[in-house]
């Protein structure tokens, strides 16, 4: 019965819940295409207003960085500390810095 | 072997340390099938929900309620979508989500197996069923996979007008006539115990519970969270002045918990293996549904091919 089945792509979804703010991934949708999939986007994230604005993005799209080398990726952060503002001492009585 | 030993000690330390599970983590065979199995049993129980509902829509006696029902039926199907999105994170798809459904291999709540016999039961179904799963999900808004814990945040903030709505739809009968209370109270009577038995078995009996509470999948147990829900409905029966269908049913002082009757296990386990009132009747209207639905399927796909190739040759 489901060898017939066909269910769409699957497309992620962001919201942006007012202007200005960053858009947030909500979830995922299936649609044939980009126009059904920003409806069936809007129908299932945005029923209460949580958005005025929603981007959908093909699932196969999206690039991630792997867990397994999370450590290695992200290193080249770690041993700058002079990135930091806390980093550079000044004297209390220098003021709005 | 050592390997896979020290991947799955260094995943329940992070579990340990109150981390949560993202989809590209490594994880253990065994969390990932529970998993699809909780999730999936989950959306199936959102989507296979909205049919006793259904029975309703035509039949609401105002307006104001006939949209309610029709909003809260639509809270289903995206609660169903929500998890479905969710479970398809650990790699099942979902025609093949589908397929168990239909071929028996997942399960869903035993409750949606039971019949609307009427109006009443559309103020029931929000109040105790709804009242019981959301005792349940709050639990699960800190379950220890990722986007499963992200999709029952998004869900109780949702489920409150469904329980809400129901206690209002009931409290409006009970202060009717004697007939409109009458069939409240027939309401209350069928449908107290399945919702207790949603929580399922106890926890001495319960096949998955320690593995599971292990993980953080589950946070609480069968027991706690039934005992939570029936803790916290008492005083709301007694305020519609409804009577619990169960004699047993008295506080424990002692305990600071109410103590209860005898669970009819039998029945549950009944309706588990396919004999409840209407299991037929649900899967065969989802399997009817979907098979009638094939050529909206293809002729959605057909158009999306065919503007894909127009923009390509536009393009070009």
New interface residues.
């Given amino acids: ?2 060898s ?5 792509p ?1 497309w992620e979804v962001f919201v942006q819940t007012k202007s200005g703010t960053p858009y947030k991934h ?5 649609a ?2 980009k126009e ?1 999939a920003i409806m069936n986007a809007r ?2 994230y945005t ?2 207003n949580e958005g005025n604005a929603l981007w959908v993005v093909p699932s196969n799209a999206i690039v ?1 960085s ?3 080398d999370m450590g290695a990726f992200f290193e080249p952060s770690n041993d700058k500390a002079y990135r930091h503002p806390t980093f550079y001492v000044i004297p209390n009585e220098v003021k709005h810095i | 072997m050592e390997n896979v030993m020290e991947l799955e000690a260094q995943f329940q330390a992070k579990i340990d340390r109150g981390e949560f599970i993202e989809p590209k983590d490594w994880m253990p065979e065994k969390y990932r099938k529970t998993l699809i199995r909780q999730i999936s049993q989950h959306a199936h129980s959102e989507i296979i929900g909205m049919q006793p509902e259904g029975n309703w829509i035509t039949r609401a006696p105002s307006l104001r309620r006939k949209a309610i029902l029709l909003a809260k039926i639509q809270d289903e199907a995206g609660h169903g979508l929500y998890l479905y999105s969710a479970c398809e994170t650990m790699g099942i798809s979902r025609e093949e989500l589908n397929h168990q459904l239909h071929t028996g291999a997942a399960k869903y709540s035993s409750i949606f197996n039971y019949p609307t016999l009427s109006w009443a039961d559309m103020g029931a179904i929000g109040w105790l069923v709804d009242g019981a799963a959301i005792v349940n999900q709050v639990s699960l808004q800190r379950t220890s996979y990722g986007p499963y814990a992200r999709a029952m945040v998004r869900i109780c903030k949702e489920e409150s007008f469904h329980q809400r709505q129901g206690y209002e739809l009931l409290l409006s009968l009970c202060r009717g006539t004697a007939e409109q209370k009458a069939m409240a109270q027939d309401a209350m009577n069928r449908w107290w115990w399945p919702s207790l038995m949603m929580f399922g078995p106890h926890d001495a009996e319960s096949a998955h519970s320690a593995q599971s509470m292990q993980w953080k999948i589950k946070r609480e147990s069968n027991d706690e969270l039934r005992q939570k829900f029936i803790d916290k409905t008492v005083a709301q029966a007694e305020f519609l002045g409804l009577t619990i269908p169960d004699p047993d049913l008295k506080w424990n002082a002692e305990r600071g918990h109410y103590d209860f009757g005898q669970i009819d296990w039998e029945e549950f386990n009944n309706v588990i293996r396919g004999n409840g009132p209407c299991n037929k009747q649900r899967l065969n209207h989802h399997v009817k549904v979907h098979e009638e639905n094939v050529w909206v399927r293809e002729a959605a796909n057909a158009y999306a091919k065919k503007n894909a190739k127009k923009s390509e040759t536009l393009v070009a």
């Fill in positions: 019965m489901s017939n089945d066909n269910q769409f699957l909500a979830g995922s949708v299936h044939a295409d059904m129908d299932l029923r209460r991630a792997s867990p397994e």
